[in-house]
């Protein structure tokens, strides 16, 4: 009777004691990953002169900044490119979204060095360095988009936990409204964006807007994900405790450009079936294009794609019709202020 006593009581505290290892496993997993508190943000607008959802908010913003100041930190709303705003273009010499690479934030001051590229390394003097501990924490880099891409977030790096926290924060304060995350992190093909600056770059992207116009409902969307972006921070840096979380984003994977003749013109445009579905799914066999003689040029693919930036204006320029995405899941740790 004894030795069956101590047996069971045997099992009994190796059953506890293997539960105990699982609890402590799982706390462990699911520890905590303090992060510094985000002190200093940057709201740009019109990196893009012609997008002027951004350039009216930060014009405003410069007047009366109440609406986007909270505790703990400071925000400081910005023009990027203000000779391009005052002319309602995109750029004046090249594209200022493109040249934050250390080339061009390296090159040597000239008076033939292009318009953006000069301006490029001011905003780099002011914001960063870029990589550096000095950079801001956080920049929200305001855009329009001719395309139907609704309220998009950009992000720029998948193991950004705090962002995607926030990118996570922000698409549950808006539904049911959706709220698509497209991750622009790709081997090959390299942005050098604006707001790259920051430790923590964050873009926004709402159309459909025509360039040179500014729409209510589009500027009212941008303004309300500002808002939750920055509600995120302050909770963040007050404390708050968040927990792991996953999100669904759109990866990039290639840039498609329209179809072209021998002298390098376009020969087809956006089929009417593919116009404005942005974020719908594209099949084997479903079209993407249309000649002016009535020829359907469909998709031809292995596997589902999501495409976006369908038609967008701007990128005529850059040989893009549209970029392919594929779904995939992101998950960020659990995360809290290290102030504390």
């Excluded at 402590?24 to 200093?40: A, F, G, H, I, W």
């Excluded at 159309?207 to 994900?225: F, H, S, T, Y």
Aim: aromatic fraction near 10%; hydrophobic fraction near 35%.
């Amino acid at each position: 009777f004894f030795f069956e006593t101590k047996v069971l009581l045997y099992h009994y505290f190796l059953v506890c004691f293997q539960q105990f290892l699982e609890l402590l496993k799982s706390m462990t997993s699911s520890s905590v990953v303090d992060k510094p508190p985000v002190r200093r943000v940057a709201i740009f607008g019109g990196t893009h002169g012609n997008e002027l959802s951004g350039v009216f908010l930060v014009k405003h913003w410069e007047e009366n900044g109440a609406e986007i100041q909270r505790r703990g930190m400071e925000v400081k709303p910005f023009l990027t490119n203000p000779r391009a705003v005052k002319k309602c273009t995109r750029y004046i010499d090249c594209d200022l979204n493109r040249v934050f690479d250390p080339d061009s934030l390296g090159r040597t001051v000239m008076e033939d060095i292009p318009y953006e590229v000069r301006r490029a390394q001011e905003i780099n003097h002011i914001f960063g360095p870029k990589g550096s501990d000095d950079a801001y924490d956080l920049i929200f880099d305001l855009h329009n988009t001719t395309s139907n891409m609704g309220g998009t977030l950009i992000l720029e790096n998948s193991r950004d936990d705090f962002t995607i926290q926030m990118f996570h924060y922000i698409k549950n304060a808006l539904a049911p409204e959706r709220c698509p995350v497209l991750l622009i992190e790709h081997p090959s093909l390299k942005y050098a964006t604006t707001r790259s600056v920051a430790k923590h770059p964050v873009g926004v992207e709402v159309g459909p807007q025509p360039q040179g116009v500014l729409r209510a409902d589009i500027l009212d969307k941008m303004r309300k994900i500002l808002k939750h972006g920055l509600d995120f921070v302050q909770l963040f840096n007050e404390g708050k405790e968040f927990p792991p979380c996953t999100i669904e984003v759109f990866k990039i994977t290639e840039k498609v450009d329209y179809p072209r003749n021998k002298n390098d013109e376009v020969i087809a445009i956006i089929h009417p079936k593919l116009q404005d579905q942005d974020w719908q799914p594209l099949n084997n066999g479903d079209p993407l294009f249309l000649t002016l003689e009535g020829e359907v040029i469909a998709y031809k693919g292995d596997c589902t794609v999501y495409p976006t930036f369908i038609n967008e204006a701007a990128y005529y320029e850059k040989k893009q019709a549209f970029v392919k995405t594929v779904k995939m899941t992101l998950t960020a740790e659990r995360i809290s202020s290290s102030v504390l």
